[in-house]
């Protein structure tokens, strides 16, 4: 007798996946965007809820950058979770999201020499190094020019760790289901890992390893708060915005991905646009290089659209997309892209400003465009769809972490309305 082998189907934006000890309903995922509708002091605001909520379809959406404490602050109106009145703003964002049915990770932001002494008191802002970036910042005074940072001194790096740590505990106090470690477009954790901006000679930079150090080990204190499965990370191997280079980004940010591998965390999500995309690069793409070394699920971000989305799941280059711009303009976008529909145009000039306008204004589908779309599986439906897609496909990714996740959240924290699976 003859056994035949038959490839596993190609996957689809539509398939679900598990992610860490969620099932999610399909790979449409909602990349982080800075909106600037919390209140001066960071505190979210009402309208962020509704924002959020509109949104719920996405398979996970990831949260506008957050500050992990007042040393990180460095745009003007986004939020924070770093004060008890922050942390209670948020539960409103993410009981409204679990009505609807979605997944929200928040994610953890320290701006490091991004930020500007109006936000610090008339402090300086900190970084790897004194070496100013190039550009200007977004103050409450209007847009002011970047100052060189000072350089920290390692004794400040576990307090710094420390601080995400605590984020992340106060992000699963406030209902977050995760939280993503934001080691990107060149913000603290991105400026230690490349030789751009990182000329440290101690531990903490110099090789890929030392260079590496202090991004592992914020990741880390996050991992021992809330575990591996609830922990993400993003990374812009590429993106030249802020001012960011390195010289060899292939193999820094392999070794990257593999050390974080290592950890088990739930997800990389790698944003690599394409050339003149504004987070594009005209260098050799990364994220092949990524994919190899890490084990786990892999999320790409930057100029996809509905096909192309679909072409790189094909391919076997991620597991998910994230569409950042698409979703401002289209809350409904998986349905929109299940049934074909036109997309809404975005308000570029709202992206930023304070209401409604170009926040919470898009329209939705009407009735009788969305009737002729399935509608897509609730989370309710995504364990029963997995586990059936699972059994004719077999396991989702190899190192794919299978089960819930095990030990306990830390003293104080409970999961808003249950919705992260205990081990």
Not at 83 to 89: F, G
Not at 272 to 290: C, L, M, R, W, Y
Not at 298 to 306: E, K, P, R, S, T
Request: proline share 9%; hydrophobic share 35%.
């Amino acid at each position: 007798m003859i056994l035949q082998h038959n490839p596993p189907p190609t996957p689809t934006l539509f398939d679900p996946i598990r992610l860490g000890p969620y099932f999610l309903p399909h790979r449409i995922f909602m990349a982080p965007l800075t909106r600037g509708r919390a209140d001066g002091d960071g505190t979210p605001t009402d309208i962020m809820a509704v924002y959020y909520a509109q949104r719920a379809s996405a398979g996970l959406i990831v949260s506008e950058a957050t500050a992990i404490s007042p040393q990180g602050v460095g745009w003007h109106n986004a939020p924070g979770i770093f004060t008890p009145r922050q942390v209670e703003a948020w539960k409103p964002v993410t009981d409204a999201v679990h009505r609807a049915d979605g997944r929200i990770f928040l994610q953890l932001w320290h701006t490091g020499r991004l930020s500007h002494p109006d936000f610090l008191a008339g402090g300086r802002p900190v970084g790897p190094s004194a070496v100013a970036a190039a550009g200007q910042v977004r103050t409450p005074a209007g847009r002011k020019p970047f100052v060189t940072p000072r350089a920290l001194e390692v004794d400040e790096l576990p307090g710094i760790a420390e601080d995400y740590a605590r984020a992340a505990r106060r992000a699963i106090h406030a209902g977050f289901d995760g939280v993503e470690v934001h080691a990107a477009n060149g913000y603290l954790l991105d400026q230690f890992i490349r030789d751009g901006s990182n000329r440290r000679r101690d531990d903490f930079g110099g090789p890929i390893e030392g260079r590496w150090r202090f991004p592992l080990q914020a990741t880390q204190a996050v991992i021992d708060e809330i575990g591996a499965s609830r922990t993400g990370v993003r990374l812009s191997p590429n993106v030249s915005f802020n001012s960011m280079h390195d010289s060899d980004p292939v193999a820094a940010f392999t070794y990257g991905a593999r050390e974080l591998s290592r950890r088990r965390i739930a997800y990389l999500h790698v944003i690599e646009g394409p050339p003149g995309h504004a987070f594009g690069s005209d260098g050799p793409s990364v994220h092949p290089h990524i994919r190899a070394a890490f084990d786990h699920i892999l999320i790409l971000n930057g100029g996809f659209d509905a096909a192309t989305g679909q072409e790189a799941l094909a391919s076997g280059a991620t597991d998910a997309i994230a569409y950042g711009v698409p979703f401002i303009a289209n809350p409904d976008l998986p349905t929109r892209f299940r049934t074909g529909a036109k997309l809404n145009v975005p308000d570029r000039d709202a992206f930023y400003t304070p209401g409604s306008r170009g926040y919470t204004d898009y329209p939705f589908l009407d009735r009788g465009e969305a009737s002729v779309a399935q509608r897509e599986p609730s989370g309710r439906k995504a364990t029963a769809l997995l586990r059936s897609h699972t059994q004719s496909r077999g396991p989702q990714h190899e190192g794919t972490v299978l089960m819930p996740v095990a030990g306990t959240l830390p003293d104080g924290c409970a999961l808003s309305n249950g919705h992260v699976v205990h081990g």
